[in-house]
């Protein structure tokens, strides 16, 4: 599990994440919704050591994050950045071969290149392994970096905004696939996620943020009702069942 105490970041004296508190149960998808500003990238970098922590502690499976050397962090926790730059002019398969770094330190097996293709093949890649990132759609590029995550094939997977660039069809693809590494692989996965559709139809859990602080913690049910998304939103948000998941309408 990841275990998440007290952890706090402020900048310029501005706090945006509160001393935030909670348990993320191993196995099973688990979403952080809120609104622009909710602090909820911040945590996410925290949990995945991206950034430091002003206070607090965060420990997975058991590893305490600020204690626990890279490369063994690496070997349980893979993380997709909200916003990726690599300067390098780099083709896909060599981009996915980065996941494998913590196992193979450079020198890939044919274990590691087992990996590259499978994740390459999960993204739907396959015939882009020779193309330049530079050469892609922005939703082809994502892809790319996921396929980088999965390469690396650790129990967490930490993933910032997924959906990011990517169409209805793909959207709906990727949801599948994390839905899938947790219900068939036992992975642990925490995602970013702004459509609280997605999130509703897809997640075990939900954590829901607004202004840095952790206002509310359920299943699907629990926390796709009016009262607490307008709690969370500020908006009223009506909720229709559909095929048994809840459905937020927030257009009209």
């Known amino acids: 599990m990841i ?3 007290s952890v706090t970041k402020s900048y310029s004296g501005k706090t945006v994440v509160d001393k935030v508190s909670t348990t993320i149960p191993a196995g099973g998808v688990t979403s952080i919704i809120g609104p622009n500003g909710a602090g909820k990238s911040t945590l996410l970098s925290m949990i995945s050591r991206l950034i430091p922590m002003d206070s607090g502690a965060v420990s997975i499976a058991g590893l305490d994050i600020g204690r626990t050397p890279s490369k ?12 990726n730059h690599i300067t390098m002019r780099l083709r896909v398969r060599d981009l996915v071969g980065f996941g494998r770094f913590p196992h193979s330190g450079g020198h890939p097996t044919s274990v590691d290149e087992d990996h590259i293709l499978a994740a390459m093949d999960q993204m739907g890649l396959g015939e882009m392994a020779d193309r330049f990132l530079d050469e ?13 995550v999965l390469a690396q094939d650790t129990d967490y ?3 910032d905004e997924p959906l990011n660039n990517l169409d209805m ?3 709906v693809e990727m949801m599948r696939m994390i839905r899938r590494l947790a219900n068939e692989l036992g992975k642990t996965v925490v995602i970013v996620i702004h459509d609280i ?5 897809y ?5 829901a943020m607004r202004e840095g ?5 359920g299943t699907p049910a629990e926390i796709m009702r009016v009262e607490v998304l307008r709690d969370v939103y500020d908006i009223d948000i009506r909720i229709e069942e559909i095929d048994g998941n809840r459905i937020g309408v927030y257009f009209a």
């Open 213 to 217: 602080a952790l206002v509310h913690q």
């Open 72 to 83: 063994d962090l690496a070997k349980s926790m893979a993380i997709l950045r909200q916003e």
């Open 203 to 207: 997640s075990d859990n939900i954590l």
């Open 197 to 201: 559709n997605f999130a509703s139809c």
């Open 157 to 159: 997977l930490l993933l």
């Open 136 to 148: 892609l759609s922005g939703g082809q590029r994502q892809r790319a970096y996921i396929a980088m």
């Open 169 to 171: 069809k793909h959207s």
């Open 3 to 5: 275990c998440i105490d």
